[in-house]
């Protein structure tokens, strides 16, 4: 039988914390959780910015992914894993979206759900 690791990753958030030292914060646990070699990562719902206020937070949702996205890329393709992103706030014309992706061991995006 043949086994695979697999890291769950729970963010605790607060309100007051920057944002852009959360995304660091919960990037870098990603990358020692990697450091294992799990062949499967997976982040929470709204781990970026947070579910405290869509309201609040949903102007800055193109920043957060912008900022988050392109680094999980780049650690999925490093250490050869799937990464779930969790879910962010995608803001479109269309409305607010609660947005997952999901990485494949080359990094390449495979899949998006809104």
């Known amino acids: 039988m043949n086994l695979a690791k ?9 309100a007051e914390e920057d944002i ?6 919960v990037l870098k646990d990603l990358e020692t959780a990697l ?3 799990v062949k499967l990562a997976i982040l929470p719902e709204l781990w970026a910015s947070g579910a405290f206020s869509v309201s609040e937070t949903k ?18 393709k490093k250490y ?3 990464i779930h992103t969790g879910s962010f706030l995608e803001n479109t014309v269309a409305g607010i979206f609660n947005t997952s992706f999901l990485f494949d061991d080359r990094g390449e ?3 998006k759900y809104r």
């Open 6 to 14: 697999i890291a769950l990753l729970q963010v605790a958030t607060t």
């Open 80 to 82: 050869k894993t799937w």
């Open 109 to 111: 995006q495979v899949a």
């Open 35 to 37: 450091q294992n070699q």
């Open 20 to 25: 852009s030292f959360r995304i660091n914060r």
């Open 59 to 76: 102007h800055l949702a193109k920043e957060i992914t912008d900022a988050a996205l392109p680094q999980i890329k780049d650690l999925a």
